[in-house]
C-alpha cells in the first residue's frame, strides 16, 4: 500500500544503488563509500514500510547536471557527487515537478 505513495522516489534511489554498486564492482577499489551505498539501501527499506508520502516533499538537484545525488558536509555545504558543484542545487517542490523539468530538457 505505502509502495505506491513512494513509487517514484524509491526507483530513483534504486537507480542510485545501481549506479554506485556497478561503478564500485567495475574499480579495483570501491569509488563511491559502500556505508553511504547501505545507507540508501536501508532509507529505501524505511521508506517503503513508511506511511509518509516522500514523493511530495521537496527534492534538491544539482543546478548543473540534475543529479539527486547531493550531499552535505561538515561545513553544510551542498555538494554534488557527480560533477563536484558546491552549494549549487535547485529546489523542487516534489518529485513530479522535479520529473518534468528532466523530461522537458
Known amino acids: ?3 505506491k505513495m513512494n513509487l517514484k ?3 530513483i534511489l534504486k537507480q542510485l544503488v545501481d549506479h554506485l554498486e556497478y561503478y564500485n564492482l ?3 577499489f570501491p569509488v563511491y563509500d559502500t556505508e553511504y551505498i547501505i545507507d540508501i539501501k536501508t532509507r529505501i527499506k524505511d521508506m517503503e ?5 516522500y514523493d511530495e516533499l521537496p527534492v534538491a538537484a544539482c ?3 540534475n543529479s539527486l545525488h547531493i550531499e552535505n558536509d ?5 555538494i554534488c557527487m557527480r560533477c563536484g558543484s558546491v552549494n549549487d542545487i535547485e529546489i523542487y517542490n ?5 520529473l518534468e523539468y528532466i523530461e522537458k530538457e
Request: proline share 4%.
Open 94 to 98: 516534489n518529485i513530479h515537478d522535479y
Open 74 to 78: 561538515e561545513a553544510d555545504n551542498d
Open 49 to 53: 514500510n513508511s506511511k509518509r508520502d
Open 63 to 65: 543546478k548543473y547536471c
Open 26 to 28: 567495475m574499480s579495483p
Open 1 to 3: 500500500m505505502y509502495v
Open 9 to 11: 522516489i524509491i526507483t
